[in-house]
């Protein structure tokens, strides 16, 4: 775990997986190992880095032989229960990095202690680290073929890999020989001692075998190329055909229908999905069964099949409905052998949904080892505990339809009646009680006081009437009947309100998920939602842009606690699963000895973040939860990869206009400014010389032309200035609440000096009106009004400013009465680099930078203002922004 | 005729060059100093009446010169900065400069920003000892003992907050005072939520003693900044 952790590099994109060459063959002996060593040391003669990882000591001489020259990785030493088991170092291989590494017999079995429960599991890792493999596997350790070869060899192998690691191998090379050669070479002793070669010859290698298998192995390898080769070709069009579809259940023979329909699937390449329907009785699955169906789902999951769960009493019409909306054309199903209980339908399952589905073809798998039965959920023991409460509410009912009985046969009504009345009563025992049990037991409670209270003779347990012990047999069964259909009633209620509940979680955790302001909020929203569904802590944590995981956990209460559990251990579980983009930690077979379960959120592209699920000190997840807990997650990585996607492409675009901007600001100073720079320097420059020879008006005329000008860069660097700050954004408003008498007294005193030949007038509705701004910006957007407003209007004209409340924001209008704006130019007036050229103007107007307006508009909507222009009357212009409304309540006067 | 001592701290020829040419017309005594180290030795041995202190020296933090300069001496700084950040200016005025002007000034502003700061400097050397009960600027009076305030002879009726603001402003007649010392002296804390009723109690006082609030006579209003109290 510390080498691991130490080179912790994660670069995800740049990365090249590794590409993995697997040597196959049909039996031990065929020469994968040797043919792996050749292959190794040609690659070696071409300058390849190339490493051996681990080799089988059991290895021919001839074999070992070939390991000289190639560099051999130190094996790791594992001690178990007394024994040391030579293992591949997973770590070491990940740290020396080489080109490619050799791992022999790909379907070993790690021993306990290893990162992962399988040797293909490394292999994966070292993939994904951009590592190539070479590796070796026999044909009976395929995972589809194993029911196939073992009905042959009649041996069965336990160390089994998943064909998808088959079918995703970059290169099979069959490693063949002729089986009469493999017979003389097992019996020559190359491959096992003398002993151990003739009991294998017996039971194994008998030609037949061997023939069998190497036409199995042959057609395999023929089915991975095809496969590849479809799947370069198009990959959804292959299984856009046929969809196959199989059931999973606890049973024993699950797995061989598994593996045959996944065999099916294969043969059609066609989708294949495993469904799972959870039926109450499922539910309430124990111990070794619940382990089997773990197992089962496991390997259709292995098998490539994606695993679908859903709900409901009747499994017929749970298939048929799936199979309908998911478009299944085939389904695979064992033969099941439940025995038909007296209160359920009798017709086997398959009768059932082929009566549903007449277009979907139904494939029966014998079921070979029909020792296996379910128990029905009615011979069980109610699993509830025993019950004070229910059973007051039980004797009480019978109480209370005793009494009601008692007062229908005072009245004189008719036996019928009180039967009915007694029957309401275990009715209602069944609806207000939890099980069986309590419904039974008022059954016979009112059988027999009725027999006791109400029969000839009454008050004791004799009846007469030869009728009566019907009548009893009746109500009893009747009462029993009732009640047991009251329970399912409510059972199913139970149920679908539970469904209700998640697929409500489901809904709102999206909702709630898509409303977060941030990742980090998204992804506690998440947690939380996973709190609230698994009653247990939650801890999360994002991967952040420097790769580092920093959790947090919620709730808030246990928070100290659970991210005390968080050892140093703990982490690395995480970093591997946020690297790998694999689940690891407790109940996966990756990394199982963590105390907690690590899931990665993962978006299209790449880990997100990391979930942690305490697990030890809380019971397994059922797959319900499992699987909605995946849903939730998958459905947050999306969310967080496209908030991230989207921040980046606004910063991107941010980007692109603050240099469009900077581009045309430089490009429009560069060549206004020469204007005012040229006047200034050169009248100077005339001063400074030609002082003398210059008389006093001349001289009075440049002095005014260099003051001019001077002012007019001024108050460009001001405008300048505002734009760094509100372009920028790195300078945040500093926004306070300012009088709008004060502002306009501070502009009025800044503007042009040629405002002294215009009438400035200011009206204030309310002289205390305040608004919320930053006063420095918002005084430069009056003055820029203020001073176009000079500029445009001939002297003399008016110009008045005024303030008024509007709802939540104060108007501020800027009025003249000079020539007005075309309507044109209203449109564009706002823009950046727009000017207005007015001929009256005359020569010694200065063009502006169309920068003035374009700014007031900038630093308005920074505001959350927004601003306007429109014609004055009788004629003029009037710029009418909006601003915040400052209100304050005086306390402490 | 007394001639007032300025001195100029000030590191750009050109800027000095300016602000000399400026004193000379006016006839005032100047010494120059080019960084912080000379102006603080200059402070000492030149006693000046006038500190003009520019706040981007080569050697050290203007802000730090200010602190150091207080440490003995009350004499009026001015501060002329080419940052035009509000904050800077601030964190001057809190350090105990009196009075700031931002690059690019004009000549007549730096002239009238000497002026007020030369004619407190004389009040304070000869009011001192009359620090007493009474306070006198143009028609402006109040009477600490009594508590009262006069505008023309005529009592003006303030509010106990309207009070203590106008005394505050007083007190520190020429000097600009920021929003924070303000707040500080008269509501005892310094909560920027807080500057929202300052602009109130402000407005209500200034109409009550200027003749025409929007052209204030007394109180002047520094954007971004604070308040002064002008002398008449």
Known sequence: MENYQAQNQYRPGAFQKGHLKIFFGYAAGVGKTYAMLEAAHQAQNRGIDVVVGYIERHTRPDTLALLEGLEQLPEKIVEYKGISLKELDLDAALQRRPNILLVDELAHSNAAGCRHSKRYQDVEELLRAGISVYTTVNVQHLESLNDLVASITHIAVSERIPDSIFDSADQVELVDIEPDDLILRLQSGKVYQKQQASRALNHFFTRDNLAALREIALRRTADQLSKKAQKAENETAAKAGEHILTCLSSAPSNAKVIRTAARMAEAFHSGFTALFVETPETRDLKGENLKRLRDNMRLAEQLGARIATVYGDDPAVQIAEYAKVSGVTKIVLGRTNHSASLFMKSKPLVDRLTSRMEDVDVYIIPDVQPLYKKKRALLRKPEQKFDWKDLGKSLLLTLAATGISFLFYELGLREANIIIVYLLGVLLTAVWTNGYFYGILVSLLSVVSFNFFFTVPRFSLRAFDPNYPVTFLVMFLASFLSCSLATRVKRQAKQSSQRAYYMELLMSSNQKMQQGQSEQEIIRIAAQQLQSLLGRPVLYALLEKDRQLRFHAVPASESEQTMGRLTAEELGVAEWVAKNDKHAGATTSTLSHAQNLYLSVRGNQEVMAVVGIPSKFYPPLDTFEKNLMIAMLDECGLILERRKLRAEKQAAEMETQREQLRANLLRAISHDLRTPLTAISGNAGMLMEKSVSLNENRKQEMYRSIYDDSMWLVNLTENLLSITRIENGTLPLRRDAEMIGDIFHEALSHVDRRAAEHEIRVELEDDMLMANMDARLIVQVIINIVNNAVKYTPEGSDICLSAKKENSMVRIEIADNGPGISDEAKQRLFDMFYTVNTGSAGADSRRGLGLGLSLCKSIVEAHSGSITVHDNQPHGSVFSFTLPLEEVKIQNV | ?232
């Open chain 2, 1 to 232: 005729m007394y001639k007032p001592k300025i001195l100029v701290v000030e590191d750009d020829p050109a800027i000095t060059n300016l602000i000399r040419t400026t004193l000379d017309t006016q006839e005032y005594q100047y010494h120059t100093a080019k960084n912080g180290a000379g102006a603080l030795l200059d402070a000492v041995s030149y006693n000046p009446d006038v500190i003009i202190l520019d706040l981007g020296l080569p050697d050290m933090d203007g802000v730090e010169i200010i602190r150091k300069v207080r440490g003995w001496s009350s004499v009026p700084i001015i501060i002329v900065s080419a940052r035009s950040e509000d904050q800077d200016k601030v964190d001057a005025l809190d350090a105990g400069a009196d009075d700031y002007l931002t690059k690019p000034f004009s000549i007549d502003e730096f002239l009238a920003r000497l002026r007020v700061a030369l004619r407190r400097s004389r009040t304070d050397q000869t009011a001192e000892p009359a620090q007493s009960s009474l306070y006198q600027n143009g028609e402006l009076r109040i009477d600490y003992a009594a508590g009262c305030a006069y505008m023309g002879g005529k009592e003006i009726h303030l509010t106990p907050i309207e009070y203590k603001l106008l005394c505050v402003l007083a007190k520190n007649t020429g000097k600009v005072l920021t929003h924070n010392y303000i707040l500080k002296e008269v509501w005892g804390t310094a909560l920027a939520a807080d500057i929202p009723s300052l602009r109130v109690f402000m407005a209500t006082l200034r109409k009550k003693i200027e003749r025409d609030p929007s052209a204030p006579r007394y109180i002047q209003t520094h954007i971004g900044v604070g308040y002064r109290m002008i002398r008449q």
